[in-house]
């Protein structure tokens, strides 16, 4: 056992659970807090606290919100008629940063993964149905799951189910990333890049 | 501004003011939270609450402690001829990890450094001095320092200091690493342990 009081063995235990640290870097982190200000330390432990009892989903798209209707979804300015698909609250991030899209987004909360066993049941497929009912404003569903296999086939799945209802449903475009170079780039993304050419 | 609560955002910014956590990592391990067992962030948090309010400073050593004594200094079993100096709680960790050393320590809680403006006064040389007073048992302090400049430096400070008190001064031995090849070691290594060499 290392020679080490119980409180700090404690935190160390802890910090360790979190995903990618390990025991060593777990020590490191903790003994950075305790060398620090304590008032770090309290800093962190309160908004631990505060996590679960104030972080709750969104009534209507499943983001992270603090009250009923997260940010977006209470933001009259959003333009009601564009409607996007993704999987995690991180995906809303991630365009949120492109500043492209102005629409309103619907987490799957989850990707259909017949491995790991999840189906569409698993996920938010019925609440989307339910927001796209014909009373809706929604004219075009953009499709925003991952480019891999479990993203590629909730897609597909959603694509199916969605033509139906008269709607434009589109996916987000493959092909190269920016500042990517073709010899080095797979197969699969060089073929959809060449799938997706477009005229210029 | 990211569409997360602001009781998220409170957390990923503590996490990333963690050292080696980028905002990436921290919005990674803030999910993981949110995602998993709210207990989870709670007990981390109540560790956190914990740390500084039950971990202090051994009296004697310095090394972590509960108690007034760490349980290196209390515990009876421990050959209290030999004293081990070394910079941090981590290196008593260490240290201990071989099982090779059954003395006690002397935690300095840093290393003489002149470019950080760090002197013998910033460190707990005083109080090393104080523990080899005429009446105390020990007979030899081995200089558990870093190898590196600064190790190096407080070593041969401590060395010069202790010498005339007519104590057994000890370094730890310096050279190839266990699995280590010559081919890939530094000059410096090899000179040392070139310099050490025993006959076997």
Not at 8 to 14: G, I, Q, R, S, T
Not at 19 to 39: C, E, I, N, S, Y
Not at 46 to 51: D, G, I, R, T, Y
Not at 129 to 135: E, I, Q, Y
Request: charged share 25%.
């Amino acid at each position: 056992m290392p020679p080490y009081p119980s409180s700090f063995l404690k935190l160390v235990d802890e910090l360790a659970r979190l995903p990618g640290v390990g025991t060593k870097t777990a020590q490191r982190l903790a003994f950075h807090l305790l060398k620090g200000d304590p008032l770090r330390a309290k800093n962190l432990a309160q908004a631990l606290q505060n996590l679960h009892q104030t972080t709750h989903s969104c009534r209507q798209c499943f983001n992270l919100a603090e009250a009923e209707l997260c940010t977006l979804c209470a933001d009259s300015d959003r333009d009601t008629s564009l409607l996007c698909v993704v999987e995690e609250p991180q995906d809303v991030s991630a365009l949120e940063r492109t500043g492209e899209f102005k629409g309103l987004y619907h987490l799957l909360l989850g990707s259909i993964s017949p491995m790991n066993g999840i189906g569409p049941d698993d996920l938010k497929v019925k609440e989307l149905l339910a927001r796209l009912d014909p009373g809706s404003k929604v004219k075009e569903v953009i499709l925003a799951t991952n480019a891999d296999v479990e993203g590629e086939a909730t897609a597909l799945y959603l694509a199916r189910l969605l033509k139906p209802l008269g709607l434009k449903v589109t996916r987000l475009a493959s092909g190269l990333p920016m500042g990517g170079d073709l010899e080095y780039s797979d197969e699969v993304t060089l073929a959809r890049a060449l799938q997706g050419r477009r005229e210029v």
